[in-house]
């Protein structure tokens, strides 16, 4: 069976061990089912990112997501991903690539400074990604994505081309592996068309260790809009 994996763990630049708490005890059983749209209580203080919900899709497999306490980057747990040949859940599988997905989302209140959806902020994360997590095709790896409100996508009236109708979703942002690295594609309508792309990591400086990501969004529908971001220190 083929298998790809990637580990992540997802943190602000206030975060400190000392408010690590123990979660559940249920989330630590290896056995144990993160169900879909299911709010995860993360034990320590994640700043803006506040609510982690899994996807109404993710896939039914223990190993599909977990919490990680041997590789971690700070504080005392990350969020473990691995998706297997043949995983998926619900409309995923009726996909012509039969492209499931092990996903969380972050929402969280955005600073006082920003108005709603618009605004300067910042955001940090980190991510380790093990030897075997590749480039995949005819499916494809998504390592990060910041996306429109649906309310936004509702009035764009997009079909995608998976197999199925389904409203293109509008994608600022996305990261995405492929065989030269890790590449940023902004402005990216997902399955329907990609706009502007960026190699930011090479493959061959991605595998077996961790890469800090800071990332600094202006979002509006101005011309002041700007996307920086900085991996490991250097802005890329």
Known sequence: MKKFLFILIIFTLSISSSFAK????????????????????????????????????ISQNSWNLRYEKEIVRDGKYSLRFEMRDGDCHQRDCERDNKAG????????????????HVGNVWYAWS????????????????????????????QLKRVNSSGFDEDCPEIPILFKLEKEGLTLVKDGVLQ???????IILPIKTIHNKWHDFLLNVNWTDKNDGHVDLWINNKKV
């Open 127 to 154: 991510m380790y990604i093990p030897e075997g997590t590749d480039h995949m095709r005819p499916a494809y790896t998504i390592l990060g994505q910041f996306k429109m409100p649906s309310a936004y996508t509702e």
């Open 192 to 198: 329907c068309e990609d706009h502007e792309r960026k």
């Open 22 to 57: 123990d979660p559940p005890k249920k989330y630590l059983d290896e056995s144990y089912i993160f169900k879909n749209q299911q709010i995860i209580s993360w034990p320590e203080k994640i700043g803006i990112w506040e609510n982690i919900e899994t996807h109404g899709r």
């Open 101 to 116: 997905r092990s996903e969380v989302s972050f929402q969280g209140d955005y600073p006082k400074s920003s108005k709603g």
